[in-house]
């Protein structure tokens, strides 16, 4: 039977735990912070050449990021403790870097708003709608995911939207969602929810500022292009 390299033959200056307290988290590669969060092996294979084995068989941290339960667990030595692990990991990444306090971010022009959601969803595989709520001073309070499928006016209703920015108290809102294929080009139905959803804000006292469509690294502004 092989043998495997254990953590505890590793000389102690080159295991992530001791690394990453002596010179800094910056300084360790990916699969060791990874190794970190994971913490055990197999009994096949120690912690670190798992972890480097997860992100070459999902293609990095990007594929780490967007993957599947089944997809984790087609990596061997990876069961539902495992998979849970790391799902938990990439959801707190994406939620840190959504939220921001509104005293932090402020929201001045169709580009700063890309930039605080793009990273996100450019990788989605299916139309999310994005609500991002705005304070007095339009500082972001919050960012939540209203509605998830192929969007349409029959479907998404105003209800659900403004319901958060009710409970959030919002001075004023945005709504963005994106095109998986890539192209951001506004839809009818992409019009037509966009000036619905205006004119409820209009009745109820919260402003509809705009509407981005996301796609593959560019954004259309229903805003710039004269719909709202």
């Known amino acids: 039977m092989k043998e495997y390299?254990?953590?505890?033959?590793?000389?102690?200056?080159?295991?992530?735990?001791?690394?990453?307290?002596?010179?800094?988290?910056?300084?360790?590669?990916?699969?060791?912070?990874?190794a970190l969060i994971l913490r055990t092996g197999t009994s096949k294979e120690n912690v670190i050449s798992l972890s480097l084995r997860i992100l070459e068989q999902v293609d990095?941290?990007?594929?780490?990021?967007?993957?599947?339960?089944?997809?984790?667990?087609?990596?061997k030595g990876i069961k539902e403790a495992k998979t849970a692990q790391i799902l938990a990991l990439c959801e707190l990444f994406r939620r840190f870097k959504s939220f921001k306090s509104?005293?932090?971010?402020?929201?001045?022009?169709?580009?700063?708003?890309?930039?605080?959601?793009?990273?996100?969803?450019?990788?989605?595989?299916q139309e999310v709608l994005k609500l991002i709520m705005l304070n007095t001073k339009n500082g972001?309070?919050?960012?939540?995911?209203?509605?998830?499928?192929?969007?349409?006016?029959?479907i998404v209703h105003p209800r659900e939207v403004f319901l958060e920015?009710?409970?959030?108290?919002?001075?004023?809102?945005?709504?963005?969602?994106?095109?998986?294929?890539?192209?951001p080009t506004p839809s009818k139905e992409d019009v037509n929810i966009t000036l619905r959803i205006k004119e409820c804000g209009k009745l109820i006292g919260i402003e509809l500022i705009d509407h981005l469509i996301i796609g593959d690294r560019e954004f259309i502004s229903l805003k710039e292009k004269g719909i709202i």
Do not use: W
């Open 140 to 154: 972001v309070i919050a960012i939540k995911d209203v509605f998830k499928g192929s969007l349409n006016s029959s």
């Open 165 to 183: 920015a009710i409970k959030k108290s919002a001075a004023s809102i945005i709504i963005c969602h994106n095109h998986p294929s890539g192209d």
């Open 102 to 125: 509104g005293e932090d971010l402020k929201i001045t022009n169709p580009k700063a708003v890309a930039d605080l959601v793009m990273n996100d969803m450019i990788c989605l595989k």
């Open 60 to 75: 990095g941290l990007n594929g780490l990021l967007n993957a599947s339960p089944k997809d984790l667990m087609k990596v």
């Open 5 to 34: 390299l254990k953590i505890i033959d590793i000389p102690q200056n080159e295991r992530p735990q001791e690394k990453l307290m002596r010179y800094g988290a910056e300084c360790l590669n990916n699969h060791e912070l990874l």
